[in-house]
């Protein structure tokens, strides 16, 4: 028979609260085990211990709120003279802050379904790409994942950047007709953000980037911000 990893625990909290517990010496030391604020180490806090068994604890949002990071570039549709969708699709992440963010958890999601691994990060003021073929961009100065499988639908669709507790921390519901430029699609250039005030959602924070296959990595070629 297999006993549950926190055994111990439950058997630690009967102890405590039992007859144990008259005979506990009262102690003032560094209290980093009071969790529920009572001011006392005690059988309440082995509870909030229970209640968050086996969650993680990098899902926290920081005390100033998640980093915000945008999506710039969608290259959903490259040109046939470029290659397959399949090997040249790519989406970029930029980061316009001072500090580097380590992407551990983070996820892009509805479109294409992507979580970021374990040592994965982007530097301040950098850019990243996210790939459907990581070995298309690789090798040229600038982090690259690889999105696994699905793709960039050629009509346009929703792509979310979340942080790692799920929170929407940028999306955009990018098409290919209406106001929003029809160049990049199948064209040659990516779809380029223009400036990141605003709402992303807006066509006219997006142009068609005046190189074929956009500038993956790097700034926008009519970046205006
Ligand atoms: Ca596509
Ligand atoms: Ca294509
Ligand atoms: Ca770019």
Do not use: K
């Not at 802050?97 to 380590?102: H, S």
């Not at 699905?150 to 929407?168: F, K, Q, W, Y």
């Amino acid at each position: 028979m297999r006993f549950p990893s926190f055994l111990p625990l439950i058997i630690a909290c009967c102890l405590l609260s039992g007859p144990l517990a008259a005979q506990w010496p009262t102690l003032r030391v560094g209290c980093s085990a009071e969790l529920d604020g009572d001011g006392v180490v005690g059988m309440s806090d082995l509870l909030v211990v229970l209640a968050q068994f086996g969650t993680t604890c990098d899902s926290e949002p920081p005390e100033d709120g998640w980093p915000q990071l945008h999506i710039t570039e969608l290259h959903y549709n490259p040109a046939s003279a470029q290659g397959n969708d399949s090997e040249y699709e790519f989406l970029e992440v930029y980061n316009p802050g001072a500090n580097a963010v380590d992407l551990q958890g983070w996820s892009l999601t509805e479109g294409i379904s992507f979580t970021f691994p374990q040592g994965a990060s982007i530097a301040g003021g950098a850019y990243l790409v996210v790939a459907a073929m990581d070995v298309t961009y690789s090798g040229l100065g600038y982090p690259v994942y690889d999105w696994g499988s699905g793709g960039l639908h050629n009509s346009g669709e929703l792509i979310a950047l979340r942080s790692p507790d799920g929170t929407v921390v940028e999306s955009v519901n990018y098409s290919d007709n209406g106001d929003w430029d029809s160049a990049p699609d199948g064209q040659g250039p990516s779809l380029e953000r223009l400036f990141l005030s605003g709402d992303p959602h807006d066509a006219a924070q997006w142009s068609a980037s005046i190189n074929t296959g956009g500038t993956p990595g790097a700034i926008n070629s009519l970046w205006v911000d």
